[in-house]
């Protein structure tokens, strides 16, 4: 069965600190990757997206995603957390044709 | 110059009434959705629209129907409201690549969302 999963609801980190955000997926097919996110009371923004042309993936606002085909994740990190990235976070997958799957977000508050 | 818009952005409303939600993208994109995110923030998803054909239909009740005039609109159409269907909606596009089975990366852009109250 095909299925995305966030391993944390809740995040919470010190400003200036590293940002780990995980995603697993499950699937026999090689997926598309995406990270969205969701600021208060705002729509969906794209964060970056997996092409299959390299594994680490740069985005926007200094996030970055590995793509690990033999663990299945493609795990969200930025170096150092900046307070306006607190917000909501998802991850999403395309597995074939024009299904994407979406995982429970996870929500991530930075610390003062 | 927005990409994806909808329209209205707030709606309250009185139990039992029809609503209508409108959904344009001027991206060109061929594929369409509706979402559906709940308090928890967790995100349906209601319908996709290719080429005028629906291609998802997630187990959503008869009483929400969408409705597509031409490639760049997806309106949904709400009858006979319930509490329950108090959310945030989102309209969503991509573009279908490498045909119905595609493995093209298609990027979804999504609308800024409806928020529907029933009282």
């Known amino acids: 069965a095909q299925s995305v999963t966030q391993l944390d609801s809740h995040v919470s980190v010190s400003e200036g600190t590293p940002v780990l955000l995980r995603c697993n997926y499950s699937s026999s097919y090689s997926p598309s990757l995406f990270w969205y996110v969701q600021h208060p009371n705002k729509g969906l923004q794209l964060l970056l997206k997996?092409?299959?042309?390299?594994?680490l993936v740069k985005g926007i606002n200094g996030f970055e995603a590995e793509f690990k085909k033999s663990e299945t994740s493609f795990h969200l990190t930025k170096p150092s957390a900046h307070m306006s990235d607190a917000a909501e976070y998802f991850c999403v997958v395309r597995f074939t044709g024009n299904q994407f799957y979406f995982g429970t977000g996870t929500s991530l508050t930075v610390i003062p | 110059d927005t990409a994806v818009s909808q329209t209205p952005k707030y709606l309250v409303t009185q139990m039992g009434n029809d609503k209508s939600i409108k959904c344009e993208q001027n991206?060109?994109?061929?594929?369409m959705y509706w979402y559906k995110q709940d308090s928890k923030k967790f995100l349906k998803i209601m319908f996709s629209?290719?080429?005028?054909?629906?291609?998802i239909n997630e187990t959503v009740p008869n009483r929400f129907s969408p409705k597509s005039p031409d490639k760049a609109h997806l309106n949904l159409h709400i009858n006979s409201l319930e509490l329950g269907d108090s959310a945030v909606y989102f309209c969503?596009?991509?573009?279908?690549?490498?045909?119905?089975?595609?493995?093209?990366?298609?990027?979804?852009?999504f609308g800024p969302g409806t928020r529907l109250t029933v009282l």
């Open positions: 969503a596009s991509s573009r279908r690549q490498g045909g119905p089975m595609g493995s093209g990366t298609d990027t979804q852009y």
């Open positions: 629209y290719n080429n005028k054909e629906l291609i």
């Open positions: 991206l060109g994109h061929d594929t």
């Open positions: 997996y092409t299959s042309a390299a594994t």
